[in-house]
């Protein structure tokens, strides 16, 4: 007889076994978060991990229902390595972010176990503390620049060192401030969103912000991803008078094969890889000389384990870490990108997310921004946990940004990258 192939391929240490796999989803702030439980045959011992994909997360939570568990269920919950090259491997077509984040969720949980198992919290099963605590930066917004700049103002006030500034453009889609419609009435698309508008304000909003914000504040930008080669060059040449920590996103993923001479031709740092879908994508990025700062969606391309050689690979390379980590970053993963910050030389800036008083119900033990700083917890594992009752009072629907990306276009009526 045949021996059965997912069985442990080696003796395990401890009689330890996976004994069940399921996603749970929950939507606290009304933004959709996946995560991935694994029990144990020990009723004590479990692990949860961030699967987070908020606008495709019914494909994420069937490919986790119903394509893991047979790979995973009876195995042996130390082989972290191997079991997750298993689930990527298992497909045969690799990649993407629905399998990557099928397979983070479990990456993520076993990290969890892992440290539950040794009484540590994950940072020190990563090497330990080479930081007291992660700096942060949060995003600043408003209709107008003054409106943008008082904002910035408040969250100065509440400890902030670095802050990421946007204001809304003509259009229904601008990114990261209000919209504005209506803007171009003769237009075949009127609510369109127009480059050549964009590049004219951008840099006025920071030429108000050096001159009303204290000297010391960093100042970040997010472009995402919508210029052309031409016209990212002259936005990082404009802004660098003002001294931005990095300037965002400033290609789509199909033209960062022109990030290395941008980079080359002006001195504003640079920050991409939010859009990679694999950690080949993100290593390339690193590799060719395209980017300051790398700030991965680190369940976009597998969870914590590819994220932790990313983060060698950058420190090695000179390049810093500055993951992704808005509200579509369950507590779960955030505690992941903490706990990478605070135990990788690599280490730049974190994003940072106040999460509202019912995602602390849902998941107790999430981190808390004090005074801009974030502090991993001490506790085995993640030190974080979910109350499944008080997470099925928050029905996930489906995510807005389906709507929204279908209504991001020129004022010629042309479809822009969202």
């Keep these: 007889m045949a021996a059965d192939p997912f069985r442990n391929p080696w003796p395990a240490r401890e009689p330890i076994t996976i004994t069940g796999v399921r996603a749970i989803v929950t939507a606290?702030?009304?933004?959709?978060?996946?995560?991935?439980?694994?029990?144990?045959?020990?009723?004590?011992?479990?692990?949860?991990?961030?699967?987070?994909?908020?606008?495709?997360?019914?494909a994420v939570r069937t490919f986790i229902d119903e394509h893991l568990p047979p790979l995973l269920v009876g195995r042996y919950p130390g082989d972290i390595g191997d079991l997750t090259r298993l689930l990527n491997f298992?497909?045969?077509w690799r990649g993407g972010p629905v399998t990557n984040n099928a397979i983070s969720g479990v990456d993520q949980a076993l990290w969890d176990i892992a440290g539950k198992r040794a009484g540590l919290p994950v940072h020190e099963l990563l090497g330990g503390k080479v930081r007291a605590a992660v700096d942060t930066y949060l995003h600043a917004s408003g209709r107008t620049i003054e409106e943008t700049i008082s904002s910035a103002k408040s969250l100065i006030d509440q400890g902030q060192r670095h802050v990421r500034l946007q204001v809304s453009t003509p259009g229904t889609g601008g990114y990261g401030a209000p919209q504005v419609s209506g803007e171009y009435p003769s237009a075949p698309y009127p609510d369109g969103w127009s480059a050549r508008?964009?590049?004219?304000?951008?840099?006025?909003?920071?030429?108000?912000?050096?001159?009303?914000?204290?000297d010391n504040i960093e100042l970040l930008h997010d472009v995402h991803s919508r210029l052309t080669p031409n016209d990212a060059l002259w936005l990082v040449r404009a802004?660098?008078?003002?001294?931005?920590?990095?300037?965002?996103?400033?290609?789509?993923p199909e033209l960062w094969d022109r990030l290395p001479e941008i980079r080359a031709a002006a001195g504003t740092p640079v920050a991409v890889g939010e859009l990679t879908t694999s950690l080949t994508d993100?290593?390339?990025?690193?590799?060719?000389?395209?980017?300051?700062?790398?700030?991965?969606?680190?369940?976009?391309?597998?969870?914590?384990?590819p994220a932790r050689k990313l983060a060698d690979l950058a420190e090695l390379c000179g390049v810093r870490t500055a993951w992704h980590g808005p509200g579509d970053t369950s507590p779960i993963g955030a505690a992941a990108?903490?706990?990478?910050?605070?135990?990788?030389p690599a280490f730049g800036i974190q994003e940072g997310h106040v999460?509202?008083?019912?995602?602390?119900?849902?998941?107790?033990?999430?981190?808390?921004?004090?005074?801009?700083?974030?502090?991993?917890?001490e506790a085995p594992g993640w030190g974080i946990t979910i109350d499944e009752e008080a997470a099925a009072a928050y029905l996930p629907g489906r995510s807005g940004h389906d709507a929204w990306a279908a209504g991001v276009r020129r004022p010629d009526g042309a479809l822009e990258a969202p």
């Design 197 to 214: 508008d964009y590049l004219r304000r951008t840099p006025e909003l920071f030429a108000a912000a050096r001159a009303e914000l204290p």
């Design 282 to 305: 993100a290593v390339r990025l690193i590799r060719d000389g395209g980017v300051d700062f790398i700030r991965c969606h680190i369940s976009d391309i597998g969870g914590l384990t």
């Design 337 to 344: 990108n903490v706990a990478l910050d605070i135990s990788s």
């Design 239 to 252: 802004l660098e008078p003002y001294r931005l920590f990095f300037l965002e996103d400033i290609l789509a």
């Design 90 to 92: 298992a497909g045969y």
């Design 28 to 58: 606290p702030e009304g933004i959709p978060l996946v995560v991935v439980r694994i029990d144990t045959d020990d009723p004590e011992l479990y692990g949860l991990g961030c699967a987070t994909f908020t606008q495709r997360w019914q």
């Design 355 to 377: 999460y509202n008083e019912a995602t602390h119900q849902v998941f107790p033990g999430t981190l808390d921004i004090t005074d801009g700083w974030l502090h991993p917890n």
